[in-house]
């Protein structure tokens, strides 16, 4: 995030940046909105006798309560603004399986093209365990929010990510060093789900970059560009067609409230009309 602020800033490209990590003790960016500013996340630890994780969790669900009037703020911004960058907890977990995190990529992704960057240590993804449990989270991202997903490989200044640009594309190569590693219970585990996602890397957008010298990041904002087209005819097509289905369910279910309506109008009607008989008796009484 730092070495993007720094490119927007650069290039003169007008940019929005969201903090949105209550534990990061030293955002290295200017932050236009931050947190922070709004909770402090050992205070939500001690009063609620939370855990380090459990205080995440917390204090983004305390501040998501609230966040339509953080996007009243960012639409009143976007039409200046060419990019919107917004940084999550480093837990996957914390951001992508709670409801706050939820009720943020919805308000954004609702409105405007929106996309994932998960970001991957190409050092430590040498290790071809530790890679594949990054492809998992990758996936669980992909499939729970239904958005254009770029996988960013940082650090390629330490370690250039072409092994893994190889490993997704030839399933024999991941496998050599799959047996190079190891032969465990995990190595055979992770065998089984390389072989199961290599249609999924098909579909993946991935980017090496390097946050000391700066290299790949125009190639990451010329993928973000290309995720537009996607999230309109993925995300933002089926978010269409859902909000025509439930208009048309809704205008059903008037209709049918309607015909209820005129059903029992006219049984009140009937029972209470005075039938012939009634009247010939009710006269005939009258003349006694």
């Known amino acids: ?74 639409d009143k911004r976007a039409p200046s603004k060419k990019y919107m960058f917004i940084d999550t907890p480093g837990q996957i977990e914390v951001f992508n399986w709670s409801a706050s995190g939820t009720i943020v990529t919805q308000s954004f992704a609702n409105t405007y093209p929106t996309c994932y960057i998960y970001v991957v240590d190409t050092p430590r993804s040498a290790n071809p365990i530790t890679f594949m449990s990054n492809m998992l989270y990758a996936c669980s991202l992909l499939y729970k929010s239904r958005l254009p997903l770029i996988i960013v490989f940082s650090k390629t200044d330490i370690l250039n990510h072409s092994f893994i640009i190889d490993w997704m594309s030839d399933y024999e190569l991941f496998e050599e060093a799959l047996q190079a590693a190891n032969d465990t219970y995990m190595s055979n585990f992770t065998q089984s789900m390389g072989f199961m996602l290599e249609e999924f890397y098909k579909n993946l957008t991935c980017v090496g970059v ?24 993925g995300y933002k097509a089926d978010l269409e067609e859902m909000i025509a289905e439930k208009e048309r369910k809704e205008e059903e279910r008037k209709l049918e409230d309607l015909a209820r309506y005129r059903r029992d109008r006219d049984v009140v009607i009937d029972v209470n009309a005075e039938s012939e008989e009634d009247k010939a008796f009710k006269k005939l009484m009258s003349q006694m």
């Open 210 to 233: 390097s946050s000391v010298t700066g290299e790949g990041i125009d190639d990451l904002l010329n993928a973000m560009k290309d995720s537009v087209e996607e999230y309109k005819s």
């Open 1 to 74: 995030m730092q070495r993007l602020n720094a490119h927007v800033k650069s290039e003169k490209i007008p940019s929005y940046l969201i903090n949105l990590d209550p534990a990061c003790a030293n955002v290295p960016f200017s932050a236009n909105i931050d947190i922070r500013d709004s909770l402090n996340y050992k205070d939500v630890m001690k009063q609620y006798s939370l855990g380090p994780n459990g205080g995440i969790i917390t204090a983004l669900n305390i501040f998501s309560a609230s966040f339509s009037e953080v996007m009243k703020i960012v």
